[in-house]
C-alpha cells in the first residue's frame, strides 16, 4: 500500500503498510466453491435481511464473501471471527436501501469510491446492524464492533483493525473467483479480460493479509486460464483507424 495517512500514522494501518500482515494459521487457497460458509448460526441474520440480499447481487456477493472470511478466520485465529464474519455479511446490506437507478450511474461511474452513493449504502448498513442484531440477543458492544467496521469500509482508506482488514480482504476476494468476475465486469462495463488485468493491477496491491494475497493470486490464475484471457483478450485500438 502506497497510500499515507498522517491521521493514522502510529495506528493499525502502519503496521501493514510495509508488508501484508502475516498468517499465524493455514491458508487455503483453493476454489471457495470447495468451502462454502457453512454457520447454520448466522441462518437468522440471512433471514432478517433476505429483502436487502436482493439489491445488487448481494446474494451472491455476500454468501461467497463470507466464505472467504471464513478462510481468512482461519488463517488468522487471533481475529474475532464473530465480529468479522457478521460485518462481512452485513457490510453491503445498506445497497438494498439506497435509490437502485444510481447504483450503477454512481456507484460504479468515475471516482466511485467517492461517490456519495457509496457513504449512503454504509449508513445504511449500519442502521440495519443496529435494526436486526438486537432481537437476535448481540449486545450493544458487540454490534458497535461490526458498525465500526461496516461504517467506511468502502470509503476510509485505511482498516483500523485486523476484524476490519480481514473484512476488507473478503469483500475483495469473491471477484477473483469466475463469478465474482462476471459480475463486476458487467457492473464495471468491461469485459472478462480487461477485468482481469484490473484485479492484477488495482485490487491485488490492496490486499492487507498474506492469506488474502495468496488466495487470490490462485484464483486470479484459475479464473484467467478457465476464462481463456489471454486469447479472449480485446484488439488495442489503432490510433490510424479513428
Ligand atoms: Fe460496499
Ligand atoms: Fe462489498
Known amino acids: ?6 491521521a493514522t500514522t502510529g495506528t493499525f494501518a502502519d503496521s ?7 498468517a499465524s494459521g493455514p491458508i487455503d487457497t483453493r476454489p471457495i466453491s470447495m468451502t462454502p460458509a457453512d454457520r447454520a ?18 446474494d451472491i456477493h455476500l454468501p ?22 457478521v460485518a462481512t455479511l452485513l457490510h453491503d446490506t445498506g445497497w438494498g436501501r439506497v435509490d437502485e437507478s444510481r447504483i ?6 468515475g471516482d466511485w469510491r467517492k461517490a456519495r452513493i457509496r457513504y449512503e449504502h454504509e449508513h445504511q448498513g449500519c442502521e440495519i446492524a443496529r435494526e436486526v442484531l438486537p432481537p437476535l440477543g448481540y449486545s450493544n458492544d458487540f454490534i458497535e464492533r461490526v458498525t465500526a467496521i461496516i461504517d467506511g ?10 476484524e476490519d482488514a480481514l473484512m476488507r480482504d473478503a469483500d475483495r476476494l469473491w471477484r477473483f473467483d469466475q463469478v465474482g ?26 490486499l492487507i493479509s498474506q492469506a488474502g494475497y495468496e488466495m487470490a493470486i490462485a484464483d486470479l490464475e484459475r479464473s484467467a486460464e478457465l476464462l481463456r484471457t489471454e486469447v479472449l483478450r480485446p484488439e488495442p485500438i489503432r490510433e490510424d483507424a479513428q
Open 16 to 22: 501493514y503498510r510495509a508488508a501484508r500482515i502475516p
Open 153 to 162: 469500509h468502502d470509503t476510509r482508506p485505511t482498516a483500523y483493525s485486523l
Open 41 to 58: 448460526m448466522f441462518d437468522p441474520i440471512w433471514r432478517a435481511v433476505l429483502p436487502e440480499t436482493r439489491a445488487r447481487s448481494n
Open 104 to 109: 450503477i450511474s454512481e456507484g460504479f461511474a
Open 1 to 6: 500500500m502506497t497510500f499515507t495517512d498522517p
Open 181 to 206: 468476475i462476471a459480475l463486476a465486469s458487467s457492473w464495471f462495463g468491461t469485459d472478462p479480460t480487461s477485468y482481469v488485468d484490473r484485479l492484477r493491477s488495482e485490487i491485488v496491491p490492496e
Open 64 to 85: 461467497i464473501s463470507l466464505a472467504y472470511a471464513e478462510r481468512l478466520c482461519v488463517a488468522h485465529p487471533e481475529a474475532d471471527a464473530e465480529v468479522v464474519l
